[in-house]
């Protein structure tokens, strides 16, 4: 197998997946880190609003990404159709297990911008317009809805994906979206 090149190694979900699975791949595994890394990261500062415990948490997803992978257990199990909803779907579950602990609300007030290499200049300048003028709105909103505008609208996960990450049928996971905007709404114009 080739050297692991960062800028030269970008393969498809479905092919990283599958060489996970199949061969227990390390490069496929640097690969799926660098890939998906900052929208993890993204998903669980969103819902817990601490930059460090973010940090840790996201670290710890893929540690139990790669457990998984090392033990074999996603080699005999067809329960994830690709890779980004299985680290979702770990993230989510991380997500629960840290306020099971905590046992404390989620706060996003004192959220600080999240930094985004990978986009343009003017890009990162419309999102913080944008992020500033819904930050203090999303806190009031309950956590399944903010959790699934994150998943919808800043990490651009697909109907599909959310549906396999909360483990709903896709018709659900679009009425919940409608609902979450609808709520979203009503508070941006009290």
Known sequence: MPEYNKSSFLMSDKNLFLRLKKYKDKQAFMAAYDSYVDQIYRFIF??????????DLTSQVFVRCWTYVRDGKLKDSNDYKSLKSFLYKIARNSVI?????NKAEASIDDMEDVEDKKQEVASQAEIKIDFELIKDKLNKLKSEYRGIIVMRYINQLSIAEIAEVLNKSKSNVRVTIFRALEALKEIINK
């Open 97 to 101: 297990d840290y306020y099971r602990q």
């Open 46 to 55: 969103f819902k817990i609003g601490n930059q460090e415990e973010a940090k």
